[in-house]
């Protein structure tokens, strides 16, 4: 008899009091927007942001490389054009 009222004074409590730790649906969306925007990001973005000073630091001489040796390249092309005409 007294699981019969426990178990309906619980469901009357339940109608009665309002659930404030619902989960939100714009909550939900939040955090998958959020999620998705992280994937995102490009593997050389990741790569330029780590937190690791390693890989930051790989990136950034490897970058410098990169940049030297177009700079090199757009000027053998600029001779090239400016021979060729």
Do not use: C
Not at 34 to 41: G, V
């Amino acid at each position: 008899m007294k699981d019969r009222q426990l178990i309906q004074n619980n469901s009357e409590n339940i109608d009665a009091t309002p659930i404030t730790n619902k989960i939100e649906l714009s909550d939900i969306n939040s955090d998958i927007n959020a999620k998705k925007s992280e994937d995102k990001r490009s593997f050389i973005e990741k790569w330029e942001q780590s937190p690791y000073w390693l890989v930051s630091g790989s990136y950034k001489v490897l970058h410098s490389i990169w940049m030297v040796f177009m700079a090199v390249g757009m000027f053998l092309a600029w001779l090239i054009a400016l021979l060729a005409t």
